[in-house]
């Protein structure tokens, strides 16, 4: 019954690994995302999906690298992990681009060691 | 670009009336949202102005006025389980910029 889904939930690494993070959305939804919330609280989009065509990349570090495989899903790999990806990654999903109401998954705190 | 401004914290009691304001500057503008986010857990939606005016839903308004750029999450009857983070958001298009968001904290 969960609608927007994402594995893991934690995420403990060292600096230099490459790490995956997945999210699936089971609402029918066209369009996903990726936002990264720091320890501050901001919370910042890094990607946008509107089936399976990138429409959003948000000046983030090439080693950061979305994938949508389909509509309902959008994984996101991070390569050679900083001490600075520290922080919550959020996956979410609206009906369409552009939407105001966004459908947001749990989490994934990443703490990079 | 876009910009937003919220303040960082507000505290109230139990049963009183908060308002949480937003400023914003923003290069296009289709709308102000409103997220609530609890300690631990994700965003969540709760309004959407698009228009000047107030909209309400059960013990939660918000409020815009597009010619000062300004909106405003007023919480009624205010609940310990009210304590959270709240965002303002503009969509300028394709996506959702965030404020810095404000901690709400309820005390008896």
């Known amino acids: 019954d969960t609608a927007v889904s994402q594995t893991p939930k934690y995420l403990v690494t060292q600096m230099g690994n490459d790490k995956s993070i997945k999210c699936e959305q089971n609402l029918g939804h066209d369009t996903m995302y990726w936002y990264k919330q720091d320890s501050k609280k901001f919370l910042k989009i890094m990607f946008s999906?509107?089936?399976?065509?990138?429409?959003i990349n948000e000046t983030v570090p090439n080693r950061f690298s979305p994938k949508s495989p389909d509509k309902a899903h959008l994984n996101l790999h991070i390569n050679s992990l900083e001490l600075g990806d520290s922080a919550v990654y959020f996956c979410?999903?609206?009906?369409?681009?552009?939407?105001?109401?966004?459908?947001f998954g749990p989490g994934t705190r990443l703490t990079v060691t | 670009g876009q910009s937003l401004e919220q303040p960082s914290e507000v505290t109230a009691v139990e049963g009183a009336i908060v308002q949480i304001n937003c400023t914003y500057q923003t290069s296009g503008f289709y709308g102000l949202s409103w997220y609530q986010q609890h300690d631990g857990g994700a965003p969540t939606f709760l309004s959407y102005n698009a228009l000047d005016g107030l909209e309400e839903t059960g013990r939660f308004s918000s409020f815009l006025s597009r010619s000062d750029s300004y909106g405003y999450l007023l919480l009624q009857e205010l609940q310990m389980k009210d304590s959270a983070s709240y965002f303002c958001a503009v969509t300028p298009g394709n996506m959702l910029t965030f404020g810095g968001g404000t901690r709400l904290m309820v005390k008896p």
């Open positions: 999906y509107n089936n399976k065509e990138l429409i």
């Open positions: 979410a999903s609206s009906q369409s681009r552009g939407i105001y109401e966004q459908y």
